[in-house]
């Protein structure tokens, strides 16, 4: 083989040669009075926002709004996307993941939640400021990010690092 030959590996080994990540996707939702909604998983310690992961060839905006129905029992159709946040491989995540955050409206204060009892403990709708305090420190940007993005019409990325 020549400097100038190329050795082209078959499509199906070439895909499976390249990095892979992990995609979730949550929605954030408000009150009327601007309070937001966050859930209490049973297998961490930080609270968050509803969603989870998306499933293979799920859409991601589809699988917010399935893990939403499933998680606190809304219905509804994500909107813009607010936030795209990353972060590496950490304990036993063994990949990156990517985080997308849509922007799944305003509910009455009122709303009736129906926890998914199997994952989560807990809901509460929160001050900003409160509900950043009860986030993961390492992805607590992603409230404060959403709350701009959806004030400016504009998308934020989040790079996070332990």
Wanted: proline share 10%; glycine share 10%.
């Amino acid at each position: 083989m020549t400097m100038t030959e190329r050795v082209w590996l078959p499509p199906a080994e070439w895909y499976a040669s390249l990095p892979s990540v992990l995609v979730a996707a949550g929605g954030l939702i408000t009150g009327t009075s601007g309070d937001v909604l966050l859930v209490k998983p049973n297998y961490r310690e930080h609270w968050g926002f509803p969603g989870g992961m998306v499933d293979e060839g799920e859409p991601p905006d589809e699988a917010c709004a399935r893990e939403l129905f499933e998680e606190v029992g809304l219905s509804v159709n994500p909107g813009r996307l607010l936030v795209v946040g990353w972060t590496p491989p950490l304990g036993d995540r063994l990949r990156p993941m990517l985080y997308l955050l849509f922007d799944c409206g305003t509910v009455p204060d009122d709303v009736t939640i129906r926890l998914q009892v199997e994952e989560l403990d807990d809901h509460a709708f929160l001050p900003p400021e409160q509900a950043t305090a009860r986030l993961e420190p390492m992805v607590s940007g992603r409230l404060p990010a959403a709350l701009r993005a959806r004030e400016s019409g504009q998308a934020e990325y989040l790079v996070t690092a332990p």
